[in-house]
């Protein structure tokens, strides 16, 4: 089976704390997604990698980065966390592009 | 950008009901998937169509891809409270580059009352 881990299931920080969510999958996809899960907006797609060092951003990514220096991890970094950054965070893997995702058992960041 | 609309949002229904819900788009998809995600937890996914007009079964759940493959259709039969959980649908379109990935809609709620 396809196994897409993070890090933490829960998390509290601090407004202004730097924040990393690490993400591990072990299919040797070479896709990898990060979404933020919001009542009312559904996911969105905050980055996504399709290769080793490669990124590309997705529809929110403003204070966001990402890092994937390993084909198995994408890690996603809050730079300086805020309240409006309080969400459920989704790690997501596929073979390629548009197909079937496979996802962890999500974050959810609470901001304070 | 590619939408896909889902409806209900909510839905909530007695036990032994039947029930369908929705997804739909003015995009062609080249795959279509439905995932279930119960609270607290990650999307699994529960089936993928590729075919206009493919229809597939999962026990008691029948998914249809539309002939032209800009809408998607969930139906249950005798729903169960194990079936309670957001189902969200996701369009795949493959464009050919290394960047593509899916669009989801934003869920139907669904709650089986016993």
């Known amino acids: 089976d396809v196994k897409v881990t993070q890090s933490s299931r829960y998390l509290v920080k601090r407004t202004g704390e730097k924040v990393f969510l690490e993400c591990v999958q072990d299919?040797?996809?070479?896709?990898m997604f990060w979404y933020r899960q919001d009542p009312g907006l559904g996911l969105r797609l905050i980055y996504f990698?399709?290769?080793?060092?490669?990124?590309e951003k997705g529809d929110i990514p403003e204070g966001y980065s990402v890092s994937r220096e390993k084909k198995e991890r994408f890690s996603l970094i809050l730079e300086s966390a805020s309240t409006n950054q309080t969400s459920m965070y989704l790690c997501?893997?596929?073979?390629?592009?548009?197909?079937?995702?496979?996802f962890g058992q999500g974050t959810r960041l609470t901001v304070v | 950008t590619q939408l896909l609309e889902q409806s209900p949002q909510f839905l909530s229904i007695q036990e032994g009901e039947n029930l369908t819900v929705y997804c739909n788009s003015s995009s062609v998809f080249s795959s279509l998937q439905w995932y279930r995600q119960e609270p607290g937890e990650g999307p699994v996914l529960l089936v993928t169509v590729v075919t206009g007009g493919e229809v597939k079964k999962l026990k008691r759940l029948t998914f249809q891809f539309g002939d032209a493959r800009k809408d998607s259709s969930l139906h249950i039969t005798a729903a169960q409270p194990g079936d309670t959980g957001l189902y969200l649908c996701?369009?795949?379109?493959?464009?050919?580059?290394?960047?593509?990935?899916?669009?989801f809609g934003k869920g139907t709620h669904l709650i089986i009352q016993p």
């Open positions: 996701a369009g795949g379109a493959y464009s050919g580059g290394g960047a593509d990935g899916l669009t």
């Open positions: 997501a893997s596929s073979l390629w592009g548009p197909s079937e995702a496979f």
């Open positions: 299919m040797d996809h070479e896709n």
């Open positions: 990698s399709y290769d080793v060092k490669m990124k």
